[in-house]
């Protein structure tokens, strides 16, 4: 089997086994006669090992603990536009401006937010960038491509959305939080069937870009060496990390219980969702996730914490 | 041992499985080859394969020749 031949299909395997196997296999395969019937063979043996290898390189405690808090920050901010647009140009807006304590339990939320985003970007534009840095380094332009997802999957929705507002005859943004509910819909609005039909894949875009961005980008955390970066680095921004996503559950969850004893009719009104939920509803799925995402930061910390014992 | 030859890919793809269960050792490397050497592990394992399979061949031979 020719060099160049055996060169390309030893890549097709995942990185981790042809650094343990790549160099005998590489010899193997150039003392094989070349035939369809061995490539296949290679082939499938290769997809075949890319299936297994998925679960089972493990990371170590500094990788681990970025990807903790990296699915608690995701958690944190889906759960946080949702509450927002629960909100934003509701009566509930309105209510907030009566009553301090429901006031109060908003601005827990959003100085919550503002802590997480300062632990996030503590921890993750370093590591952000040693893990560019070594990429480019050793040419690993798998590490490169993934890091480069998350800003394309928020591109493509981007895109979608001005496309589709532009189609429908620009009064009319399709997120899944204008479609339906206890109003009636402005006249220069596209008809409801159309509203359902393009915010559902401004949804479903929405989803997959956030699963498509977290896989993607624990991948290359995964690929990277971060051994050398010191424990602070990660237990005390990822503490921080645990305790704001933490006042935001509080934040969110005392807001309910407040708007819930001072504004109970706005509460359980349809809010114009996709799912033609109520804002009792929303709300309740913002703080599922968030209570979800507080859970995963302080597994994330207890993980940064452990590393003084590596 | 059996006639059949296996593919480059298939025999990789065994080879790699029987060291992840310790099965197999990589022997030192001899001219471009790698050998591999059963483990302990390994020769009590391939024993027990062995032994089962026996035992199913001769209570097979045993049907038949009832028959």
């Known amino acids: 089997m020719n060099a160049r031949l055996v060169r390309q299909l030893v890549g097709l395997y995942p990185q981790e086994w042809r650094t343990r196997y790549g160099e005998e296999f590489y010899s193997f395969l150039e003392t094989h006669p070349s035939n369809l019937r061995t490539v ?20 170590d405690r500094r990788q681990n603990s970025l990807a903790l808090m990296l699915y608690a920050s995701l958690g944190a901010l889906a ?3 949702n509450f927002y647009w629960t909100v934003d140009d ?4 309105a209510a907030m401006r009566n009553y301090l304590a429901l006031f109060t339990s908003w601005n827990l939320v959003r100085a919550g937010s503002l802590l997480a985003f300062a632990a996030f970007a503590t921890v ?3 590591v952000f960038l040693t893990i560019v840095r070594t990429a480019f380094a050793a040419q690993r332009w798998d590490v490169v491509c993934r890091l480069a997802v998350p800003p394309c999957a928020a591109l493509v929705t981007l895109a979608w959305m001005v496309a589709a507002a532009r189609l429908s005859g620009g009064h009319w943004v399709p997120t899944p939080w204008d479609v339906t509910g206890d109003w009636t819909a402005p006249h220069d609005w596209p008809p409801l069937a159309t509203r359902w039909a393009l915010s559902s894949v401004t949804f479903v875009l929405m989803m997959a870009g956030t699963i498509v961005s977290a896989i993607s980008v624990r991948q290359a955390i995964r690929r990277s060496d971060l051994s050398k970066r010191r424990r602070l680095w990660f237990a005390a921004p990822s503490m921080l990390l645990a305790g704001s996503i933490a006042v935001m559950a509080i934040g969110v969850l005392s807001w309910g219980w407040f708007v819930q004893q001072y504004a109970a009719s706005d509460f359980h009104v349809r809010d114009g969702g ?5 804002n009792f509803a ?17 597994k994330g910390a207890r993980s940064a914490l452990s590393l003084k014992t590596e | 041992m059996s006639g059949t030859r296996l593919g480059p890919g298939t025999l990789y793809g065994a080879i790699a499985r029987l060291e992840r269960e310790k099965l197999i050792e990589p022997l030192p490397v001899e001219e471009r080859r790698q050998p591999y050497r059963l483990t302990a592990k390994g020769l009590r394992v391939l024993r027990a394969k062995l032994a089962t ?7 097979g031979l045993r049907k038949l020749e009832a028959r």
């Not at chain 1, 509701?90 to 807006?93: D, E, G, M, Q, R």
């Open chain 2, 53 to 59: 399979l026996h035992g199913f061949a001769r209570a």
């Open chain 1, 79 to 81: 759960a946080g536009i």
């Open chain 1, 282 to 298: 929303s709300w309740m799925a913002s703080c599922i996730v968030f209570l979800a995402a507080t859970l995963m930061a302080a």
């Open chain 1, 40 to 59: 296949l063979n290679v082939i499938g043996g290769a997809m075949h090992e890319r299936v297994l290898s998925l679960g089972r390189f493990k990371m």
């Open chain 1, 274 to 278: 996709l799912f033609s939920s109520t």
């Open chain 1, 124 to 126: 993750g534009i370093p």
């Open chain 1, 90 to 93: 509701t009566p509930l807006a």
